[in-house]
């Protein structure tokens, strides 16, 4: 009977040891992992700070150069070609651009400009994807007869249209069914926010038709800017973008976005680490 108690004493021990055992590991394990958050979430903030910094002397640079230019002429030209206007553009501090109104806006421009800027990018498919467009923007559930509803993005697996205005590239992607390369697409076609400006591609391919009624603006109202840089966990690529307007020779931030690294490589987001 002692023989039988020690035994069991025994094994009891053997089982306390271990759940300490295991309970030590797991606190380890969760302190570790705890530190690498820790650690990722200040390098990710330390990325941020850097791109916010070289946004803004790339900003303070410009317009003391816009300010001291000879004629406003000058200045325009500064402003047109932003992505070269500064010397705080560096190996250091990456910096893309991309103008408002660079592209034709999908929900305020008539079918009478889609047309023939879908053309340019997608011979024979102007009807298809004006119908398409169409039915995502509108109130109900019915398909024109070249476009789609609920159904279309069902047999491909993707959700309904939204029955509003397109908010980003990627549904305007999404409704187009990825027919033609994003790149190509996206340089005539967007979701802007702005007026079509007189010097992008799409204001120069539409103005090849010589469309009666067709107008631009000659300056793009607004940039947008982002800075890159590498931090985080796995040294991710962390991106900060700003979308400046001009008014006069000073500079505003319209809007800022920090791009968190599961963001990178959406269909409107190319990273550009170096």
């Known amino acids: 009977m002692r023989s039988r108690r020690h035994g069991s004493t025994l094994l009891l021990v053997l089982v306390v040891i271990t759940m300490l055992g295991v309970t030590a590991l797991s606190g380890r394990s969760a302190a570790a992992l705890s530190l690498r958050s ?3 979430r200040h390098a990710i903030v ?5 791109a916010d910094g070289c946004l803004a002397r790339w900003a303070a640079q410009l317009e003391d150069r816009m300010r001291n230019a000879a004629t406003s002429e000058a200045a325009d030209s500064m402003w047109s070609t932003v992505a070269s206007s500064s010397g705080a553009v560096t190996a250091s501090c990456a910096l893309d651009s991309r103008a408002a109104g660079g592209a034709l806006d999908v929900n305020t421009a008539p079918s009478e400009l889609l047309g ?8 024979g498919r102007e009807s298809a994807w004006l ?3 169409q039915d995502w923007r509108d109130e109900d559930d019915v398909a024109r007869p070249l476009g789609g509803e609920r159904l279309f993005y069902h047999r491909q697996h ?12 990627a549904e305007l992607l999404l409704a187009l069914s990825g027919e033609v390369a994003p790149e190509r697409v996206l340089q005539v076609l967007g979701v802007e926010h702005a007026p079509l400006w007189s010097g992008s591609v799409a204001a120069k391919r539409l103005a090849e038709h010589d469309l009666f009624g067709f107008q631009a603006v000659p300056l793009p109202v607004a940039w947008t800017l982002r800075a890159a840089f590498r931090g985080g966990l796995a040294n991710a ?3 900060v973008e700003w979308r400046v307007v001009r008014y006069g020779t000073r500079i505003d931030v319209d809007a800022r976005r920090l791009v968190l690294p599961g963001e990178i490589g959406t269909l409107t987001i190319a990273p550009i680490c170096r």
């Open 38 to 40: 820790i650690q990722n």
């Open 46 to 50: 330390r990325a941020e700070y850097t």
């Open 116 to 123: 023939p800027a879908i053309a340019t990018v997608a011979p």
């Open 131 to 133: 119908d398409r467009l």
């Open 158 to 169: 993707h959700g309904a249209p939204a029955n509003r205005d397109f908010e980003s590239n």
């Open 237 to 239: 690529c962390v991106s």
